[in-house]
């Protein structure tokens, strides 16, 4: 009967005989980085690759004060180690002990080879960026149906605006083919009318996104009539897509948000303007109301009305200012009689004649003020206080005798 054997006696075996060969204890390897991490403890994870194909690789902490540089995707580099077996995985790797940098990897010569002919062509020239509607209504993705892409944009979309409309066009993004269907995406959703484009994917190694660096794609997007969203990989991940397009995302997050108009932000943004406008109107309305209470008293003030009642008021202060005066004249007259009358009364012949005077007139009615006046036997009358007598006069006396 044959001999069983565990996994684990398998494995080890294996590892002895890679331990034993001489090549693969000490061999330089030159390859292109790929999927290079740096784990926290200082372990630096990476692949190095060629046209046909790949090989898992390894540097510890401890060996890593011989490397110089920052190793980096697309690197092409050479790797000097051995090539052990790692027993719990049944896996190969090379265990590196030093990397030294040997040029550009063929990935990268690549893509600067196909990013100065299509940059010369004027591809990437800004006269020829579509501006991005504001307010889209039907997005277009080229992605694949499955991920977290296109997920991501989905959220987004329903959270910003939950009326836009989003097509998706299935497509490869990675491997044999994917160039193919997401130049047919591209053209398809052209057709169709849609308002913007978003074409992208998760992030990944160079490798991974190279599709999006290819030269069809590229000229599809330039002859999109449609604006073109890029949206590939992460924010440090860029792609001759992202020069391409009339405008580039760092994630695919970031095309949905720069995409799908924030209606619901937008909403509130109207509502507080709407608030604001009423109060300015209402403001406007009760200053407008102030003036109009103003001129209305202008009005009055100058209005016909008015100047009637002042003109009214005017004849009620001069009708006053009359009778006022009149009574001064009045009582300066009313004096003035009274004087008079006192010294009337006073030079009054009755007066003098109620103190013992007589007036004495001739026959004729004459006042008699002089003896030459009358002679002797003439006839005169002589009025007292009380009626008048007839008199003769007897004698006439020049002088009066004097006592």
């Not at 009313?334 to 001739?362: C, F, N, W």
């Not at 206080?385 to 006439?396: H, R, T, Y």
């Amino acid at each position: 009967m044959a001999n069983i054997y565990s996994v684990a006696q398998v494995n080890s075996y294996i590892k002895n005989m890679f331990m034993q060969d001489f090549m693969l204890s000490h061999i330089l390897i030159r390859g292109e980085v790929s999927n290079c991490k740096y784990h926290t403890s200082g372990h630096i994870y990476f692949t190095i690759k060629d046209k046909t194909g790949t090989i898992a690789c390894v540097m510890f902490a401890g060996n890593r004060n011989g490397l110089t540089f920052s190793l980096q995707e697309g690197q092409t580099v050479i790797v000097e180690g051995s090539v052990r077996v790692y027993e719990r995985d049944g896996k190969y790797q090379l265990y590196a002990k030093a990397i030294t940098l040997d040029g550009a990897g063929f990935f990268y010569q690549q893509f600067e080879k196909l990013k100065k002919e299509l940059e010369e062509m004027g591809m990437f020239a800004e006269e020829y960026k579509k501006p991005i509607p504001r307010f889209a209504k039907t997005i277009g993705i080229v992605t694949a149906s499955t991920g977290a892409a296109i997920r991501d944009i989905v959220n987004i979309a329903r959270r910003r605006n939950p009326y836009v409309q989003l097509i998706l066009y299935p497509a490869l993004v990675q491997g044999d083919g994917a160039k193919n269907t997401i130049v047919e995406g591209i053209a398809y959703l052209d057709r169709l009318g849609v308002d913007v484009i978003i074409i992208g994917r998760g992030g990944g190694s160079i490798e991974d996104l190279w599709a999006f660096n290819e030269e069809c794609v590229a000229r599809a997007i330039f002859a999109c009539q449609t604006p073109v969203i890029s949206a590939v990989g992460h924010e440090v991940d860029v792609t001759i897509s992202d020069y391409v397009a009339d405008l580039r995302a760092p994630t695919p997050s970031a095309a949905a948000e720069l995409a799908v108009f924030d209606y619901q932000s937008y909403r509130y943004t109207l509502e507080e303007k709407q608030r604001m406008l009423v109060q300015k109107m209402l403001g406007k309305i009760e200053l407008s109301r102030g003036k109009l209470k103003q001129a209305e008293i202008q009005l009055r003030y100058v209005g016909p009305k008015n100047k009637v009642f002042m003109q009214r008021q005017r004849l009620f202060d001069l009708e006053g200012q009359l009778e006022r005066l009149m009574e001064r004249k009045v009582v300066v007259a009313r004096h003035q009689i009274e004087v008079l009358a006192e010294r009337l009364d006073g030079g009054s012949p009755l007066k003098k004649l109620g103190k013992g005077y007589a007036y004495v007139t001739d026959k004729n009615g004459q006042a008699l003020k002089k003896t030459e006046q009358v002679s002797k036997g003439d006839a005169i009358l002589v009025q007292v206080v009380d009626g008048k007598f007839l008199a003769l006069v007897q004698e006439v006396l020049k002088e009066i005798e004097r006592k």
